[in-house]
């Protein structure tokens, strides 16, 4: 039996491929995947995981909508979805529906009802789990590992400070971050934009010949063209591709290198509103921070489980 997973998305095409490692590697066991906005509104959200989901018949894996607006009000208002992105992937539709039951709820159930601990991995605004701890703190004891897909040390975010799931809902990222998860690992943006991927990555995914691979080098290349307009990237003639990385450290955590360190999500300065503040010198750390990644293990679990 592999490690019990579930994934927590705001499925655009970097949870895409996360979703399809989760869903594709021997040592990963897909419990089900939880829903959320901010890649756009949760309804798209739902959509493109089912659409993921469907490509590579597994229908066996349930689908929960979850928050559609923050956990809590911001500071300022902040839309709901991104005017920039497609908000369907390029994938065939599917007639499935999702589940009835929304998100929090069947989290805290799964959770209530395991018999092993469960790893938890977020790669959207963390709504949906501050929900269900705020609601049920005694769940944080089922969940053997937290990886979350956010916040950044050193590389700009959307913000100077910010990376964007932690900015779209600070007041979620701090109730979760300080619920008292027995294991948390953040990967955030030093580690992401410090192993882009290329065109000839894309291509030697492609190769793989099946149709995840297809689709996930579909996606890299139009990320590739989608970060034309950040300089860097320009210039490397590549994208990073965030949220694989999260679900790529669980099965190979030589993927990524981790320094111990603790976390304040900034909630009051109008000006670093949802910052994440590292202190890697802490006498009591409280999560894993990765810090950067290898681009030759990222490349090949990617191509190995596609």
């Known amino acids: 039996m592999g490690i019990p997973v579930v994934l927590d998305c705001d499925t655009g095409t970097d949870d895409a491929v996360a979703i399809m490692l989760a869903a594709l590697h021997p040592d990963l066991d897909l419990l089900g995947v939880t829903t959320v906005w901010g890649n756009h509104d ?16 597994r229908y066996d ?32 539709a599917t007639h499935r529906h999702p589940a009835k039951e929304p998100a929090a709820s069947w989290l805290v159930r799964l959770l209530h ?14 709504t949906n789990l501050a929900t269900a701890v705020a609601a049920h703190p005694e769940v944080v004891d089922s969940v053997d590992r937290l990886v979350v897909l ?32 027995r294991r948390v690992t953040m990967v ?13 990555d894309a291509d030697r995914i492609a190769a793989s010949d ?13 990320r590739i063209r989608w970060y034309q307009r950040d300089a860097a990237m320009a210039a490397a003639g590549a994208a990073p591709l965030h949220d694989p990385l999260a679900v790529a450290c669980l ?3 030589d993927v990524v290198a981790t320094v111990p360190a603790s976390v304040v999500v900034e909630t009051s300065d109008p000006a670093t509103y ?13 999560v894993e921070l990765a810090l950067a990644a290898d681009h030759g293990r990222f490349l090949d679990l990617l191509c190995a489980t596609l």
């Open 61 to 92: 894996v349930p689908v929960h909508p979850g928050a559609d607006r923050p956990f809590r009000p911001r500071l300022e208002p902040l839309p709901s979805g991104r005017a920039d992105l497609a908000p369907e992937l390029d994938l065939p």
């Open 251 to 253: 099965v190979d955590p």
């Open 210 to 222: 099946t149709p995840a691979a297809h689709a996930a080098a579909s996606f890299v290349r139009e």
């Open 274 to 286: 949802g910052a994440t503040a590292y202190d890697l010198a802490a006498a009591a750390p409280t």
């Open 150 to 181: 956010g916040g950044t040390h050193r590389e700009p975010g959307v913000t100077a400070y910010a990376e964007r799931n932690v900015w779209c809902d600070p007041e979620a990222a701090a109730t979760v971050l300080a619920a008292g998860f």
């Open 188 to 200: 955030g943006m030093d580690a992401t934009f410090s192993a882009p991927l290329t065109r000839a």
């Open 42 to 57: 949760v309804r798209h959200t739902t959509d493109n995981t089912l659409r993921v989901l469907g490509l590579l018949g």
């Open 113 to 126: 009802a395991a018999d092993r601990p469960v790893t938890l991995v977020l790669t959207g605004p963390l």
